[in-house]
């Protein structure tokens, strides 16, 4: 447990970003010891991992919770059916299980259902991420903290640097208390949202 608040704080306080194309950021305030920053942090990674997201991707389009609700079934004649009941069920929604004949546990489900189902769990994953880092910055701006880039000779110094070394977390935390790094490489961001 210990090592993975350990492993939260480092990545909340070097950078949510660090795909190819983005640079690198970390997080600072001016004045900030170094106890407080590492509690603001652990509190504000905690706060975004387990804050609760009311999306299900539902809606998404062509998810088996969304359009494209069910797969077409076949009949035991081997007739495909319209997808929403067949011959002399009267129409019941009841056979809108992802069959490819006959009864629900008879067969597997069709490719497409599955690469259906795979796309919208991505999908539903993604958002959720984007949630995660969402609260996150926002909890640090809210306790004042400010988001700014790694110059390519700060990033070269922390790549020498092993993750979750207390040397890491020194150097960060230098940078992340110097009024000109904060002032001259702060990262200008949309209005964080309020009660998101």
């Known amino acids: 447990m210990r090592f993975a608040v350990v492993a939260a704080i480092a990545a909340v306080l070097t950078g949510c970003s660090t795909n190819g194309s983005a640079p690198v950021t970390a997080w600072g305030k001016k004045d900030v010891t170094m106890l407080e920053y ?48 067949g011959a002399g069920t009267g129409g019941s929604a009841s056979s809108n299980l992802p069959t490819q004949s006959g009864g629900a546990y008879r067969d597997s489900a069709s490719a497409d259902f599955v690469n259906r189902a795979a796309m ?13 880092n969402e609260a996150l910055k926002s909890c640090l701006a809210s306790r004042g903290y400010v988001e700014f880039s790694l110059t390519p000779e700060q990033r ?3 790549s020498k640097l092993k993750q979750g070394s207390d040397e890491r977390r020194e150097y960060l ?13 702060a990262v200008s961001s949309p209005a964080i949202k309020s009660g998101s």
Not at 56 to 78: E, F, K, M
Not at 120 to 132: D, G, L, N, S, V
Not at 173 to 185: S, W
Request: hydrophobic share 30%.
């Open 173 to 185: 935390y230098k940078l992340g208390t110097d009024p000109t790094v904060l002032k001259g490489q």
């Open 38 to 85: 590492r509690t603001d942090g652990g509190q504000c990674a905690v706060m975004a991992a387990t804050g609760k997201d009311s999306s299900n991707a539902a809606n998404s389009a062509g998810g088996i919770s969304g359009q494209n609700t069910s797969a077409p079934t076949q009949a035991a004649s081997g007739s495909a059916n319209a997808g929403s009941g």
């Open 156 to 158: 070269a110094q922390l």
């Open 120 to 132: 919208q769990q991505r999908t539903q994953e993604m958002a959720e991420q984007r949630a995660r």
